[in-house]
Antibody, heavy 120, light 107 residues
Framework: EVQLVESGGRLVQPGGSLRLSCAASGFTFSTYAMSWVRQAPGTGLEWVSVFSGSDAGTYYADSVKGRFTISRDNSKNTLYLQMNSLSAEDTAVYYC?????????????WGRGTLVTVSS | EVVMTQSPATLSVSPGERATLSCRASQSIASFSAWYQQKPGQAPRLLIYRTSTRATGIPARFSGSGSGTEFTLTISSLQSEDFAVYYCQQYNFWPLTFGGGTKVEIK
């Protein structure tokens, strides 16, 4: 079955760190761009980061640049998001999403999301 | 960053009627726009990419048009399962950006 399953979300204190994982199955993971998109409670979608499926290029939203790091392990079909220096503004459901191609920056498969809550 | 502005914020439509959703980009993005549908408690679903290409499995009642800065998603005859929030996205420039969404509700 073609699917993405996120994990790792939890309650974390401001200033803390967290690593999210996204396990992919049912497609050739290494050949597709993979992204993280978040959605704060009751709000719209905010793109966070993407990892190219071709040249290993990575891109970030300004709001997370320098604090978040995206990575992937193609041998494990898994995408990661290392999040440091977390603040309340990072509270959101984090979705893992697959690009339509190696450098396709629109997303045709999404996971169900994992909730990150930053609060003391 | 490219700001994507969607209008209206809420659209009240009766089943069977046509719905027209608009998205305006703050600068030209050529044809690099996409549309997503999101229902409560669910992940977004890709409907349209490259402005007018339907994603796999998307019914023909969904169509996209536009270029440059003005884009439109049209649902020709609303079905009960189409009541949801719709987002546009640009992918011509970094950072990728989404519009604020249009909620299509039952009239």
């Amino acid at each position: 079955e073609v699917q993405l399953v996120e994990s790792g979300g939890r309650l974390v204190q401001p200033g803390g760190s967290l690593r999210l994982s996204c396990a992919a199955s049912g497609f050739t993971f290494s050949t597709y761009a993979m992204s993280w998109v978040r959605q704060a409670p009751g709000t719209g979608l905010e793109w966070v980061s993407v990892f190219s499926g071709s040249d290993a290029g990575t891109y970030y939203a300004d709001s997370v640049k320098g604090r978040f790091t995206i990575s992937r392990d193609n041998s494990k079909n898994t995408l990661y998001l290392q999040m440091n220096s977390l603040s309340a503004e990072d509270t959101a459901v984090y979705y893992c999403a697959k690009g339509l191609g190696a450098t396709a920056w629109y997303f045709d498969l999404w996971g169900r999301g994992t909730l990150v809550t930053v609060s003391s | 960053e490219v700001v994507m502005t969607q209008s209206p914020a809420t659209l009240s439509v009766s089943p069977g009627e046509r719905a027209t959703l608009s998205c305006r980009a703050s600068q030209s993005i050529a044809s690099f726009s996409a549309w997503y549908q999101q229902k409560p408690g669910q992940a977004p679903r890709l409907l349209i990419y490259r402005t007018s290409t339907r994603a796999t499995g998307i019914p023909a009642r969904f169509s996209g048009s536009g270029s440059g800065t003005e884009f439109t998603l049209t649902i020709s005859s609303l079905q009960s399962e189409d009541f949801a929030v719709y987002y546009c996205q640009q992918y011509n420039f970094w950072p990728l950006t989404f519009g604020g969404g249009t909620k299509v509700e039952i009239k």
